[in-house]
């Protein structure tokens, strides 16, 4: 079965300490990867797409890496505006091409 | 202002009453789609449409119903058929199936 998994599932750090989240998946013959920020009560917001295995995006603080088995988003330096929870999601191979599966998210608070 | 709106933001109703959800986007988008979020739990799709007059179910549709008349909107009923309503709905849209989608603020929906 198609797996996404993410870890941790809350995450607290202090004010300008970096740290990495992971999003790691199990589908073959991956589409896309997504990362989504959601602030609470609210829709998630679209971060970055990496399509193949070695690609980076950047955005600020956020820094998005993939590899054949997983996807990273370092946080360099957070600030507690970085406080929310941080979504990914894997756009499935196949037939139906709406298939995108979504990890359950982690949960960052970034103290000051 | 280009976008996603749902309306309302709360919704509280009975059991046993059917009620509709909102979604309008004004982004031109071809393809949108209908996901309920519940604590703990990556997003599960309920309905897609990549096009107008067209709709497919997704992964928990049982409960659910969808039409797409116009291309700007989506709205979702929720009947009494569906087990538990409760939830947070977001919708979404993407240029095509195979980009990015963007979110909605959701719907908080309560039944008591």
């Known amino acids: 079965e198609d797996q996404v998994t993410q870890s941790p599932e809350a995450l607290r750090l202090q004010e300008g300490e970096s740290s990495s989240l992971n999003c790691s998946y199990t589908v073959s013959g991956l589409r896309g990867l997504f990362w989504y920020r959601q602030d609470p009560g609210k829709g998630p917001e679209f971060l970055f797409t990496?399509?193949?295995a070695g690609e980076e995006k950047e955005k600020e603080r956020l820094k998005a890496t993939l590899t054949k088995k997983e996807s990273f988003l370092h946080i360099t330096a957070p600030k507690p505006e970085d406080s929310a929870t941080y979504l990914c999601?894997?756009?499935?191979?196949?037939?139906?091409?709406?298939?995108?599966?979504f990890g359950a998210g982690t949960r960052l608070t970034v103290k000051p | 202002d280009g976008g996603i709106t749902q309306s309302p933001k709360y919704l509280f109703r009975k059991e046993g009453q059917n009620v509709t959800l909102s979604c309008e986007q004004n982004?031109?988008?071809?393809?949108m789609y209908w996901y309920r979020q519940d604590p703990g739990q990556g997003l599960r799709l309920i309905y897609y449409?990549?096009?107008?007059?067209?709709?497919q179910k997704g992964d928990i549709a049982e409960g659910y119903s969808v039409s797409r008349e116009k291309k700007e909107s989506f709205p979702l009923t929720v009947t009494s058929a569906q087990k538990n309503p409760t939830a947070f709905y977001l919708c979404?849209?993407?240029?095509?199936?195979?980009?990015?989608?963007?979110f909605g603020p959701g719907t908080r929906l309560t039944v008591t």
């Open positions: 449409s990549q096009i107008v007059n067209d709709f």
């Open positions: 999601a894997v756009q499935l191979p196949g037939g139906n091409n709406n298939d995108m599966r």
């Open positions: 990496l399509y193949s």
């Open positions: 982004l031109n988008h071809d393809a």
């Open positions: 979404a849209s993407s240029m095509t199936d195979l980009y990015e989608q963007y």
